[in-house]
């Protein structure tokens, strides 16, 4: 800064070979230089700006703060390390020199920083004269100092020296019309001070303050502004406030070169479709890089800013990585998992036993996951992978425990049918030739066959590692199948063994001599002795027959079989219902069927319908005369009940009882009406005798014929009716 003309232009061409607009010699003296100007020093390092500032008229004014060369004058102290201040040689010492005024609005404006720091001032005497710059100097920095202590001052920096606030520093050129070979070689030795003049102990004032290049431009036009505005200028504020634009610029551009980076885009787009390789590494790389560049770039900004941002940024990048990262894992996941299933397989396959396969499978890709997601880590963001690493255990427990239980299920069905072919079939064979020692062999088969199944199973669940309980439950359910099949099989024969029994008697025994040859009847033989030997031995098939004998124990069912069936018949002819029958008193089909025909309902519920019937029972009880429509109503269905044979047909199931009921039930009723007529014509012709086969039948059978007809034919198997019984054997 300087007075109007005073050849700052072509001092700062010379100085530092920029290019600003010089006055023409030739066109007088006026003002060249409007505003202010900057350029790049050329060849100083490190990049050197310099400004050109419009000059001062050299008028002491009361102007206010707004007048533009109050504003240029702060803007170029905030701004600047080195401000340089052209003066006349001739003005040192003088009460009117030009730039009196200038350094008082330099001290002045100084004071408005909010927090000023050292700024070297340079005064450049032009047109030096004789007087040597030593005998110069002391005289200017006396002027200088009447100048700062004439100007007022805040309380706070009332006494505060000169020195606080600026380096003075004095140099003197030979003037550049006159001299301008010295001057110019003054000037190149001026140059050379402004080579590394931030470095320690350089030109430069201190650093306080100061914004890095990147941010110079943004700063510079904020402090303008602010000025603009009157307002002071807070320069620690400040730089708060370009780190925080500026972090916030390079953070963002950093994200934004980051999503249109190829090497990102192509990742992502690779981990949609599969597992790439080499995931973490490549995007460990790509997000370095981002937030290594973001580093060069807002390293010289305020700290506390730099890094608030940087974490932002972090922050940005990783969640827009995270999808990829989730995916990748997915895939090492699902991969794993895969693996898993096939080594698990193969290792079955090759016959390692279940549980050891199961455990060392399971281990090996656990590993393999660790493995394979330590190489998708994100270094920047430690993210958690122990949630995909659970799920993968218990996708790979459930896999386990489902093929563990095809496999049980798988072996304890081969062994039930291994033991279905080796029971089934001899079983058959054995009853088939029924004999004494038929349930013996049967016996032994089964223990026999049911032991080296259950120990053949035994030795197979022993790799499965299974808690004794169930083992054994799994072997007693193999015993219970085992019993099961030989039930079954001769549950199976006994239906058939009517026929087999008719076999036994007749074509065998009763058609057959003792020697199998057929026999010819010639009427010596003891038909009543063969015919005994034939029934006994088809007792004796069906003795066999008749129980599961699983266990040794004794039984009687043969003896009792013959007692009742064979010596029963040969001795007594006449069989009454009073006689002790083994077979109706045994506990076999009989005692289900008279359960069966338990109708009474339960003691509780007689109970309850008495009590809450009782005002029904009373109104009964009150009018006798529905007490005999009850009656009357009450044997018609007796009647009908014990005329349809109703528990009878129900024994066979509901759906045949009740279509053998429709097809009685009208032919019945009729037959009821047609008899109560023929009891009606009765005493009209006064003849009972006229008809005595009809009385004689309804005497001894009490309703109809037809009653006693389909009794019979029900047979000993009816119901557990005592006369239905002994009608039926008298019939028979
Ligand atoms: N006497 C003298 N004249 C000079 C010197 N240096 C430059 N001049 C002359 O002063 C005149 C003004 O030069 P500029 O460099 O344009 O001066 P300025 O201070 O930049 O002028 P403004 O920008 O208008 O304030 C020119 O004619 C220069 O030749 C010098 O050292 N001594």
Same mark, same amino acid.
């Given at each position: ?38 350029? #790049? %020093? ?27 060369? =109050?504003?240029?004058? /702060? +803007?170029?102290? @905030? ?122 102990? *350089? /030109?430069?004032? &201190? ?27 807070? /320069? ?6 370009? @780190? ?9 551009? =950093? ?18 479709? *599969? ?49 990829? +990262? ?15 299933? &096939? ?9 390692? !036993? ?10 090996? %890709? ?27 255990? #218990?996708?790979?427990?459930? $896999? ?45 088969? $089964? ?12 030795? @197979? ?5 299974? &808690?004794?309980?169930?083992?054994? =439950? ?29 076999? #036994? ?7 057959? &001599? ?31 027959? !008749? ?77 006798? /005369? ?6 009357? *109503? ?15 047909? +129900?024994? $066979? ?35 009972? $005798? ?9 005497? #001894? ?10 009794? !019979? ?20």
């Amino acid at each position: 800064m300087g007075p109007q003309s005073s050849g700052k232009s072509t001092l700062l061409n010379h100085l530092f070979n920029t290019n600003f607009r010089e006055m023409d010699a030739f066109k007088g003296r006026s003002q060249t230089t409007k505003g202010i100007w900057m350029a #790049r %020093c050329a060849g100083i390092e490190p990049c050197t700006l310099v400004m050109d500032l419009e000059g001062t008229d050299g008028r002491e004014r009361g102007e206010d703060d707004t007048a533009f060369e =109050k504003q240029s004058a /702060l +803007f170029a102290l @905030a701004v600047s390390d080195i401000v340089l201040i052209n003066m006349w040689c001739h003005d040192i010492g003088r009460e009117q020199a030009a730039n009196k005024p200038l350094l008082k609005t330099v001290f002045q404006v100084m004071m408005r920083l909010f927090s000023p720091r050292k700024t070297t001032l340079m005064f450049v005497i032009r047109d030096k004269t004789r007087t040597p710059l030593e005998n110069l100097e002391p005289v200017l920095r006396e002027d200088i100092q009447k100048i700062w202590d004439s100007v007022p001052k805040p309380e706070a920096h009332k006494e505060t020296p000169l020195s606080e606030f600026f380096n003075v520093e004095v140099v003197a050129l030979s003037s550049y019309e006159e001299k301008e070979e010295h001057f110019i070689e003054q000037v190149a030795n001026l140059r050379q001070r402004f080579f590394h003049s931030i470095a320690p102990g *350089g /030109l430069a004032g &201190d650093r306080r303050g100061v914004v890095p290049a990147s941010g110079f431009s943004f700063s510079a036009h904020e402090i303008w502004k602010v000025i603009k505005e009157n307002k002071d200028l807070d /320069l620690p504020a400040h730089k708060v406030m370009v @780190a925080t634009v500026r972090c916030e610029e390079i953070a963002n551009e =950093k994200y934004s070169n980051f999503v249109a980076n190829e090497r990102w885009t192509d990742l992502e787009e690779a981990v949609q479709s *599969g597992p790439v390789s080499g995931f973490g590494k490549r995007l460990n790389s790509i997000l370095e890089s981002s937030m290594s560049g973001y580093d060069d770039e807002a390293v010289y900004f305020d700290e506390g800013v730099r890094t608030a941002k940087r974490k932002q940024l972090e922050e940005k990048l990783l969640q827009l990585v995270q999808p990829a +990262f989730q995916s990748m894992l997915g895939h090492i996941r699902s991969g794993t998992l895969d693996k898993f299933k &096939d080594a698990f397989d193969k290792s079955l396959s090759g016959g390692e !036993a279940f549980s050891s396969a199961a455990h060392h499978c399971s281990t090996t %890709c656990m590993a393999m996951f660790d493995e394979g997601s330590a190489d998708v880590t994100v270094e920047i963001a430690n993210w958690d992978t122990s949630k995909v690493r659970d799920k993968l255990q #218990r996708d790979i427990d459930a $896999h386990i425990a489902s093929v563990r239980a095809a496999k049980l299920s798988e072996l304890t069905s081969s062994f039930e049918s291994k033991l279905n072919e080796a029971l089934s079939g001899p079983v058959e064979a054995l009853l088939d030739g029924a004999s004494s020692e038929t349930w013996p062999a049967i016996r032994k088969l $089964h223990q026999c066959e049911t032991e080296s199944a259950v120990s053949g199973l035994s030795d @197979a669940l022993s790799g499965f590692e299974m &808690d004794e309980e169930t083992k054994q =439950k799994m072997l007693a359910s193999l015993e219970n199948y085992a019993r099961g099949v030989v039930e079954a099989k001769a549950k199976e024969e006994a239906g058939r063994v009517l026929i087999r029994m008719k076999e #036994r008697w007749f074509t065998m025994l009763f058609s057959h &001599d003792s020697d199998s040859m057929p026999r010819v009847w010639t009427g010596k033989e003891d038909i009543r002795a063969i015919t005994k030997t034939a029934r006994s031995a088809s007792l004796k098939l069906l003795s066999v027959m !008749a129980a599961l004998r699983l266990e040794e124990e004794v039984d009687n069912i043969e003896k009792t079989l013959s007692a009742a069936l064979v010596d029963a018949t040969s001795t007594t002819t006449d069989k009454s219902i009073t006689k002790f029958d083994p077979l109706a008193s045994s506990t076999w089909e009989q005692e289900a069927n008279k359960r069966n025909n338990n109708w009474l309902p339960p003691p509780w519920a007689i109970a309850a319908l008495l009590i809450l019937g009782f005002n029904e029972f009373m109104t009964l009880l009150r009018n006798p /005369l529905y007490l005999i429509i009850i009656f009357v *109503g009450y044997l018609l269905v007796k009647a009908l009940w014990v005329q349809l044979d109703i528990s009878g047909e +129900f024994r $066979h199931g509901a759906l045949p009882g009740l279509l053998s009921l429709s097809t009685k039930f009208v032919p019945t009723i009729m037959n009821l009406i047609k008899k109560l007529a023929e009891e009606g014509q009765a005493p009209a012709t006064n003849d009972s $005798h006229q008809n005595p086969a009809l009385a004689s039948k309804s005497n #001894r059978n009490g309703v109809s014929t037809s009653d006693s007809s389909s009794s !019979a034919s029900s047979g000993v198997t009816s119901s557990g009716n005592e006369t239905e019984y002994s009608s039926a054997s008298k019939d028979e």
